[in-house]
């Protein structure tokens, strides 16, 4: 046996992450660039340092107070009549994917998804023992329902994850196919990823209304990208309590610290100044899309707070000439396709400036 004795799916795998490089423009991973107020930020420093006192006790494992907030938050968001009962939480959305993973997946089960989409989605099923099946989306990106109706009853998955905005293409799902996508998997769990939901555009609907008509629905959600706390880590979801107390069997211990429950509910009585950002981004990230357009670049239509251009012969190139001239984006999405996160007017105007240096630069090169 080679030491050390590592799992043989998981020999000669590079750990996820996206590059984390000092550069001036960084719109790569999608967080929020306008920073919490001093005003937020003193709120979150007495709630933690009020919780620094009892730092020598476990904090409350069912984290009742924050359940509570998110379920209100969620009823202003989209959602009515959501309760603590129907939310859970945990360090990122990326641990409430694997624990439902966990919980719903396992040896001789699968989970499906349609790419393209989130990459950590199939090293979420690889980590729980899950079987994992990538069908398609038509070539626009929208979804195809017809070859997910037969993918689901060819492989009958246990969980169906799909974000809506999608990641890398933003385009989020309609109702419709939501709806089409619960009745087929009978008692399987759909898992609907809204990391990006307050970025929507006007009159695009959350899968939060959706709840109450189907109880094998799972709506997700995060603190990380409109609410400027990626660097606090809490994701969160919505469904039948049922669901929810499965999740209590795979969680572990006091798995939310003092802290992070301290943050999140005092980062929630902020809610509408931390979301004070998103109509700026939502008009920013429309602005470059018309102009990447207008460049004559393919551009996904986005409700998300990015956009994913091309096509491009080589992207790598492309990605290589924006890092050059300080602006880090993400080499991501079907081949030919980069996505660019949307930062301030300012971040963008240097993106801009970059990707037009950088072509007519190739283009040079291409020529001589």
Known sequence: ????????????????????????????????????????????????????????????????????????????????????????????????????????GGPGRTAISFAPTYSMYPEYARDAMTGWVAGRRHEDFSFDLEHAAALIAE???????????????????????????????????VVIDEAYAEFRREGTPSALELLPAYRNLVVSRTMSKAFSLAGARLGYLAAAPEICDALRV??????????????????????????GGVAALRSERDRTVAWLRAQGHQVADSDANFCLFGVFADRHAVWQGLLDRGVLIRETGPEGWLRVSIGTPEEMAAFQDALTDTL?????????
């Open 1 to 104: 046996m080679t030491f050390p004795p590592l799992r043989e799916e998981l020999r000669g795998v590079e750990p996820y992450g996206a590059p984390q490089l000092d550069v001036p423009v960084c719109l790569n991973v999608n967080e929020n660039p306008y920073a919490p107020s001093a005003k937020v930020v003193a709120d979150i420093a007495t709630a933690v340092a009020e919780a620094a006192v009892t730092l020598n006790r476990y904090p409350d494992r069912e984290f009742t107070e924050l359940r509570e907030g998110l379920a209100a938050y969620l009823n202003s968001s989209g959602g009515s009549g959501i309760v603590a009962d129907q939310v859970w939480a945990a360090n990122g959305s990326n641990e409430v994917m694997l624990q439902l993973l966990q919980a719903f």
């Open 155 to 189: 492989h009958t998955p246990s969980v169906i994850l799909l974000p809506s905005p999608n990641n890398p293409t933003g385009t989020a799902l309609p109702h419709d196919v939501i709806g089409t996508l619960c009745e087929l998997a009978g008692d399987a769990i």
């Open 250 to 275: 795979v969680r572990l211990p006091y798995h939310l610290s003092a802290v992070t429950q301290a943050t999140a509910s005092a980062a929630l009585r902020h809610a509408d100044e931390l979301l």
């Open 360 to 368: 007519n630069h190739l283009l040079k090169k291409e020529t001589r």
